[in-house]
């Protein structure tokens, strides 16, 4: 489904809404720049923050069966967009390095959540026990999904953002001169 609709997302999007490698580097080396690698820290842990929300999204969808599913839709619908904006095919390459923790990590967020679903079922059918261990089960797994999108934030950073200025690089359409990003778009 995430492959899906990130595929029909990129492309609808069309050619009109291409970002430059400089509207993508540029804010970031601006940042950079100004405040140091608190900047950096910062934007690690606004990634963590914003994953974390999806998480929690994921986790209490998953009590249902709709709401993962356009949960799942959604972002990928986001990430074809984001694909689309910077134009060139070879950009989903460097989503494989975090999106190998992130989208397990939101799997598993549903996977806990489908979990209270299961609890609130028994809970139904009389089991009064049954939803107090699923809850707390699903809170305790959910440090996994912590831990993992923390991860992720790290390498989306350094990792996956390094690896596709290094291709900009190596293509042409970005150079650093002096510290500063200078891309042709």
């Not at 490698?21 to 601006?30: H, K, Q, R, T, Y």
């Not at 095919?89 to 598993?108: K, T, Y």
Request: charged share 10%; proline share 3%; hydrophobic share 55%.
């Amino acid at each position: 489904m995430f492959m899906v609709s990130t595929a029909v997302s990129w492309a609808l999007s069309g050619e009109e809404s291409h970002l430059s490698p400089e509207d993508m580097f540029g804010p970031v080396s601006s940042i950079a720049e100004a405040k140091g690698v608190w900047a950096i820290v910062g934007l690690v842990i606004g990634i963590w923050i914003n994953n974390l929300g999806v998480a929690a999204l994921a986790m209490i969808g998953g009590l249902g069966v709709v709401v993962p599913i356009i949960l799942i839709a959604v972002n990928g619908g986001f990430t074809g967009a984001a694909l689309a904006a910077m134009g060139d095919p070879m950009a989903v390459i460097f989503l494989i390095p975090h999106g190998v923790l992130e989208i397990p990590a939101i799997a598993l967020a549903m996977a806990y959540g489908m979990r209270v679903g299961e609890g609130v079922i028994k809970w139904l059918r009389g089991n009064r026990e049954a939803l107090r261990v699923e809850v707390l089960n699903s809170l305790l797994g959910f440090r996994k999904v912590l831990i993992l999108l923390a991860i992720a934030a790290v390498i989306e950073v350094f990792i996956s953002s390094t690896l596709y200025f290094a291709y900009q690089t190596f293509t042409g359409k970005c150079s650093i001169i002096n510290g500063t990003v200078s891309c042709g778009g």
